[in-house]
């Protein structure tokens, strides 16, 4: 098992820029790809970006792409997502997920993440 702990959101005014960290403790963390989705009040958890176990491999939602970044330092055992040129339809809770298979074409659908962290609120005002 892997256990997920988010952290670095908060309060941004639209354009600015934030990064959340996703730390992970337990089963080797390399063993994992890694993905970002968000939830907003009312809608569905929606998937935002994946990286592969050696990173190698990103994915990206088209709603932020070229705006997110996602990345990660298997020494630290720990991955990012710089979130830049917010915008406030961005405010939503973020999670982050490990996936021990590490899909290669499904890697959008929560179902296919094993582990969860517990979201961190990211709120840009207008």
């Known amino acids: 098992q892997v256990q997920l702990v988010e952290s670095g959101g908060g309060l941004v005014q639209a354009g600015g820029s934030l990064r959340l960290s996703c730390a992970a403790s337990?089963?080797?963390?390399?063993?994992?790809?890694i993905g970002w989705f968000r939830q907003a009040p009312g809608k569905e958890r929606e998937f935002v970006a994946r990286?592969?176990?050696?990173?190698?491999?990103?994915n990206y939602a088209d709603s932020v792409k070229d705006r997110f970044t996602i990345s990660r330092d298997n020494a630290k055992s720990t991955a990012y997502l710089q979130m830049n040129s917010l915008k406030p339809e961005d405010t939503a809770v973020y999670y982050c997920?490990?996936?021990?298979?590490?899909?290669?074409?499904?890697?959008?659908?929560?179902?296919?993440?094993?582990?969860w962290g517990q979201g961190t609120q990211v709120t840009v005002s207008s």
């Open positions: 990286i592969t176990r050696s990173a190698i491999t990103t």
């Open positions: 997920a490990a996936d021990d298979h590490e899909s290669r074409r499904s890697y959008y659908l929560k179902s296919e993440y094993d582990y």
């Open positions: 337990g089963r080797t963390f390399r063993s994992y790809a």
